[in-house]
């Protein structure tokens, strides 16, 4: 009777959590993925839907999990104008050839895709998309329409892509969408010897910032963070740790006081104490703080 009712409790937790919509607000964040790399039975592996309106315009990673939030948030592939890849670990793109199978029986348009430069260890997004895509080399051939390859009858394909890089050596932030008022730019930041890009989107007068994985050691990101909306910044190790490729809960909260931002939104959770993890990170940081879930949705104002 008891493991009858712990069923139930969680079968209606999930439904609430799945019946959350985004696409009522001006400009709202929605997180498809809260979790980190390992296996959770409650958070998708890092993803994010930038909405502006009734239209999710910018999805941010597609880690494993997150091919089934986007169906639960109800935003349309149709509808992206871009999506950002912030770099090729596999708890932020693993999902990406499920989202583009068959994609053309829901999109016609090519899809702008955004990522980093690669190096000795990570391929460059057009080595990435082509090792995977590729008619003739990829690991997924059915998708070579994604990049450009002949359509062959009775094979499915994909959207085609339309790829962009951003060189991650460049130390200043460049600018890789600018569109129907929509602004993305991207700067590289530190995680270890992953390139790896952090994002910021404006659109109708406000401000979303994406930290991606990092350590938190470059200090051009406070300022390419100064002043936004909406942080996003990933909680990954436990209070009273450090890592060389991840930030500590004080790190993160030091970065969002330095920067000023109107809310600071904490996602890419580890499996830790997440309590003793918050009250590091109050620490430094007073301003407002949301900890984020799978498909909860945030308002930007
Ligand atoms: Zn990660
Ligand atoms: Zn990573």
Redesign the pocket.
């Known amino acids: 009777m008891i493991r009858y009712s712990i069923v139930c409790f969680f079968a209606l937790f999930s439904f609430n959590v799945s019946a959350e919509t985004c696409a009522a607000n001006p400009v709202a964040l929605q997180i498809l993925g809260s979790g980190g790399?390992t296996i959770n039975k409650d958070r998708a592996s890092t993803s994010y839907l930038l909405w502006v309106g009734p239209q999710a315009k910018m999805l941010v990673d597609m880690g494993g999990g997150a091919f089934l939030r986007f169906g639960q948030s109800e935003a349309k592939l149709a509808d992206l104008s871009l999506i950002a890849l912030?770099?090729f670990?596999p708890?932020?793109v693993s999902d990406l050839p499920a989202f583009l199978w068959l994609s053309p029986y829901l999109r016609k348009e090519s899809l702008p895709i955004v990522g980093p430069s690669g190096n000795d260890l990570v391929p460059s997004l057009p080595v990435f998309l082509s090792r995977l895509f590729d008619a003739k080399s990829g690991a997924f051939q059915v998708l070579g329409t994604s990049m450009g390859g002949p359509p062959v009858p009775g094979v499915g394909g994909g959207v085609l892509l339309d790829a962009s890089v951003v060189d991650v050596t460049k130390a200043e932030p460049s600018k890789v969408y600018d569109k129907d008022g929509m602004t993305v730019t991207a700067l590289a930041i530190p995680?270890g010897r992953?390139p790896?890009l952090a994002y910021r989107v404006e659109v109708k007068g406000k401000s979303v910032v994406f930290s991606?994985?990092q350590n938190g050691s470059n200090p051009k990101f406070v300022d390419f963070a100064r002043g936004t909306n909406v942080l996003v910044m990933h909680l990954a190790i436990a209070a009273g740790t450090t890592n060389p490729?991840h930030a500590s809960p004080a790190v993160v909260g030091k970065i969002a006081q330095e920067a000023g931002v109107g809310r600071l939104i904490v996602s890419h959770i580890g499996q830790f104490d997440l309590d003793a993890a918050i009250a590091e990170l109050k620490q430094s940081y007073k301003g407002a703080l949301t900890v984020g879930a799978d498909l909860q949705c945030t308002q930007v104002n």
């Open positions: 790399p912030s770099h670990h708890d932020h995680h992953i790896a991606s994985d490729i």
